[in-house]
């Protein structure tokens, strides 16, 4: 056999496979069209006809990748916590602080990703998702936070994860759809205070 090639259906003709790269890039092609779709539309309204046109290419594309519209959802949930995961390290206390407010930021331009943390609370495949990456971003965060008391930049009052567990509760705290309007809203600034003094962050 030619190599590269592979022998279609059994006949004679012979077809170029499809690299790794091309796959994996049209995977994320339709990740990002259904995120721009569930943006637009929200996520329960989107169905895979809108993404396939997002993307201009074929329900036979997509399928390709995805047996089920459910699983592109666990898709997208694992690349925007994948990226959630990539963006909230810092060098210093103060780095991390700032990659945190910058994520919350990008969250409020993300209608959607309300919509479907939400439906993670009763599917049971983005629940394992979430629960996943929760507990890889937690051991992050607290890995980061020791090298920063190592440093003597914070001095927190309580042990290390009950400290992560504080920035964490603090942090999505500011996210809940109760605080989105008025006096409840959490604003960027005082988000940052919370966290300093969450971390006792340690003033020259």
């Given at each position: 056999m030619i190599a590269g090639m592979r022998r279609a259906n059994g006949v004679k003709?012979?077809?170029?496979?499809?690299?790794?790269?091309?796959?994996?890039s049209q995977r994320l092609r339709f990740c990002e069209a259904a995120m721009?779709?569930?943006?637009?539309?929200?996520?329960?309204?989107t169905n895979l006809t809108d993404i396939c046109d997002e993307t201009g290419l074929s329900m036979g594309a997509l399928y390709k990748h995805f047996a089920s519209r459910d699983?592109?959802?666990?898709?997208?949930?694992?690349?925007?916590?994948?990226?959630?995961?990539a963006l909230l390290?810092?060098?210093?206390?103060?780095?991390l602080r700032d990659a945190l407010l910058r994520y919350r930021n990008d969250?409020?331009?993300?209608?959607?990703?309300?919509e479907l943390q939400a439906m993670a609370d009763w599917n049971e495949r983005l629940a394992g998702i979430r629960v996943e990456q929760a507990g890889l971003i937690?051991?992050?965060?607290?890995?980061?936070?020791a090298r920063y008391v190592a440093t003597g930049e914070i001095s927190p009052a309580f042990d290390l994860s009950r400290t992560t567990q504080l920035v964490s509760i603090i942090?999505?705290?500011?996210?809940t759809s109760v605080r989105s309007s008025g006096d409840l809203h959490i604003v960027?600034?005082?988000?940052?205070?919370?966290?300093d003094l969450a971390v006792g962050v340690i003033s020259d």
């Amino acid at each position: 056999m030619i190599a590269g090639m592979r022998r279609a259906n059994g006949v004679k003709d012979w077809m170029p496979k499809r690299s790794r790269e091309y796959m994996d890039s049209q995977r994320l092609r339709f990740c990002e069209a259904a995120m721009a779709c569930f943006s637009r539309n929200g996520v329960v309204a989107t169905n895979l006809t809108d993404i396939c046109d997002e993307t201009g290419l074929s329900m036979g594309a997509l399928y390709k990748h995805f047996a089920s519209r459910d699983e592109l959802l666990v898709a997208v949930l694992q690349l925007r916590l994948e990226h959630r995961n990539a963006l909230l390290r810092g060098e210093t206390w103060a780095e991390l602080r700032d990659a945190l407010l910058r994520y919350r930021n990008d969250l409020d331009g993300l209608p959607f990703w309300r919509e479907l943390q939400a439906m993670a609370d009763w599917n049971e495949r983005l629940a394992g998702i979430r629960v996943e990456q929760a507990g890889l971003i937690l051991a992050q965060i607290k890995e980061q936070l020791a090298r920063y008391v190592a440093t003597g930049e914070i001095s927190p009052a309580f042990d290390l994860s009950r400290t992560t567990q504080l920035v964490s509760i603090i942090f999505e705290g500011s996210l809940t759809s109760v605080r989105s309007s008025g006096d409840l809203h959490i604003v960027l600034e005082d988000l940052a205070d919370y966290l300093d003094l969450a971390v006792g962050v340690i003033s020259d």
